[in-house]
């Protein structure tokens, strides 16, 4: 999906879209998707000048994202909002610059009833930079 058909699902606008390209490799189970860090994203004005790293939240926001994309074009759940019901198990293993690709790994591992769990890995260059285990809720937008 381009970025195009990520905002035909996704509920977030500027400056909180921070997904660039998903490919759904098993629907509703598997995808991959990307965010092209650049010096242009606004957070790196405060974070930190001198030494601009994206911050951990949004990486995890990221991440989250790519998985929202997935549930998203599944239906029941098609124009509905995603929430992040819990994060466990996150570890980061080294800062994402501008310039990298952060290429996040979504696994479903369950959904119920608009209730789940997925696993997340970012990594950039193959070397992992983030993981966790995030449970969701998807919600009907409004409510």
């Known amino acids: 999906m381009d970025i195009k058909e990520i905002l035909d699902l996704l509920p977030h606008r500027y400056p909180m879209i921070l997904v660039d390209r998903v ?3 098993e629907p509703g ?9 650049t010096i242009n994203e606004p ?3 405060g974070h930190y000048p001198g030494f601009p790293i994206m911050p951990g939240v949004l990486i995890v926001e990221s991440m989250a994202q790519v998985g929202a994309v997935l549930l998203l074009s599944t239906p029941p759940y098609v124009g509905k909002a995603p929430l992040i019901g819990g994060i466990d198990e996150v570890k980061f293993r080294r800062p ?4 990298d ?4 790994d979504i696994d479903v591992l ?12 970012g990594t ?5 930079v983030a993981s966790f285990f995030m449970t969701f809720v998807i ?3 409004g409510t």
């Open 110 to 121: 369950w959904v119920r009833n608009g209730i789940g769990k997925c696993k997340a890995v």
């Open 124 to 128: 950039v260059d193959g070397e992992v």
């Open 96 to 99: 994402v610059v501008p310039g």
């Open 101 to 104: 690709q952060l290429k996040t």
């Open 43 to 45: 957070f790196f004005q």
């Open 29 to 37: 189970k598997k995808c991959w998707g990307i965010k092209n860090v």
């Open 139 to 141: 919600k009907d937008l």
């Open 23 to 25: 490919e759904i490799t």
